[in-house]
């Protein structure tokens, strides 16, 4: 019997430990500032980093999408639900990351899910760092692998561990830009791993692809690294390019395999087609406005200098996710709510989203922001602290 009592007991348990999740509403679109319960805040704890997800041009293509479409696709992609704007999408996907082919999922969740459950089975081995982001961590749960986990960006424990791994096929996966920490993987040495082993190695580039790099194709080309590298390549499309959806990219024949076996592909509704071309622009927008990616550079150095000046403690991080290492869950909550009440958002982190004791403030930046609100951030930062 489901017995609510319990729940209730621990639900308070949680909220004892100051790990109660909850949401708030937003009244109007994302963006660098926000509305909620009536009240302006400015947003540094979106991953809308292009300041795309309300940008009018998107808004418009969106608009003509489901004038074109209507909103709903209607039905899975292998059904009736592949749109002309889907297939148009994919492709120019496949171009922007320079491989043969693209395959769109309706949440990057799912594109992880797809991708091990497909490629894996019981007998099979996956290594994953420590920090990965959930969904791949999910993923190896889905596909029945035997799943190692190494420390993070530990190239040595990896190895040993791969070495040690009698299974036939083996899979590195790994965040690019990790999600929770904002540091680059060290996909150098995970590819050599790779090799030496003759393993896959996947690179879930959900914070990196749009925003790094320098034209914006992520942190495989942050490290000069292609197909032959890393054979395949997972973007997400509701963090940089401000809408929503995920792809996988990468050979013809690991595509199709995608389309023949990944379940949270074939059992799910296809995006609506709408969305997909709001995307199309999107990407178009990712390519010709390399100002987006140089002004938030010059933001995050602006706040790495003066954090330093202030003596805060941040991640290794040359990315627009800051975190600023708190340690203590309490403690991070109160300085997330003192924000608050100074008209800032920035989410706590806690346990398990991160390691125990290593609770932060995961600051993001956006090319929306100008250099007067990081200004205004660090100094309200001096005062709350
Ligand atoms: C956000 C995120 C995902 C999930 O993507 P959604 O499209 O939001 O489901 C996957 N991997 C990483 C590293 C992420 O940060």
């Not at 799912?110 to 019981?122: E, F, I, P």
């Not at 071309?277 to 999107?282: I, K, L, Q, V």
């Not at 390519?287 to 995050?300: C, D, G, T, V």
């Not at 627009?320 to 403690?331: M, R």
Request: glycine fraction near 10%; charged fraction near 20%; charge should be neutral.
């Amino acid at each position: 019997m489901i017995d609510t009592v319990k729940l209730q007991q621990s639900l308070e348990a949680r909220r004892a430990r100051h790990l109660y999740r909850s949401r708030q509403v937003l009244e109007g679109p994302q963006g660098p500032r926000v509305v909620i319960d009536g009240r302006e805040y400015l947003n540094f704890c979106s991953n809308d980093y292009l300041g795309l997800a309300n940008h009018p041009e998107v808004v418009q293509a969106f608009k003509r999408g489901v004038d074109e479409f209507g909103v709903g696709s209607g039905a899975a992609h292998l059904v009736t639900g592949h749109a002309r704007s889907h297939h148009q999408l994919e492709e120019e996907l496949a171009g922007f990351v320079g491989r043969p082919r693209a395959l769109l999922f309706s949440t990057g969740y799912m594109a992880n899910l797809g991708v091990a459950s497909a490629l894996l089975g019981r007998k099979d081995a996956i290594f994953e760092d420590r920090i990965n982001h959930a969904s791949l961590l999910d993923a190896a749960q889905l596909s029945g692998a035997r799943l190692q986990r190494y420390r993070h960006a530990g190239i040595e424990h990896l190895q040993q561990l791969v070495e040690n791994n009698p299974s036939p096929d083996k899979l590195i996966a790994t965040d690019g830009v990790f999600s929770m920490d904002g540091d680059l993987a060290p996909l150098p040495a995970l590819a050599q791993v790779a090799r030496q082993h003759g393993a896959w190695l996947m690179v879930d580039d959900a914070h990196g692809l749009g925003v790094i790099g320098a034209t914006g194709r992520g942190s495989l080309e942050q490290f000069g690294l292609g197909m032959a590298e890393v054979p395949i390549l997972v973007g997400t499309l509701g963090k940089g390019f401000g809408t929503f959806g995920a792809f996988v990219a990468g050979e013809a024949a690991l595509i199709e395999t995608l389309i023949q076996e990944a379940r949270s592909y074939i059992y799910t509704t296809a995006l609506p087609p709408a969305v997909a071309e709001a995307t199309r622009t999107s990407l178009q927008l990712v390519q010709r406005e390399s100002w987006r990616r140089e002004k938030l550079q010059a933001l995050i150095a602006q706040f790495r200098s003066g954090a330093a000046q202030l003596g805060l403690q941040l991640g290794e991080s040359s990315t627009p996710i800051q975190p600023w290492i708190v340690g203590d869950t309490e403690q991070a909550v109160q300085l997330s709510e003192k924000l608050k009440q100074q008209g800032i958002l920035i989410s706590a982190i806690r346990p398990p989203t991160v390691p125990q004791g290593t609770a932060r403030l995961r600051i993001t930046f956006s090319a929306a922001h100008e250099a007067a609100d990081v200004d205004h951030l660090l100094g309200v930062i001096a005062g709350v602290r």
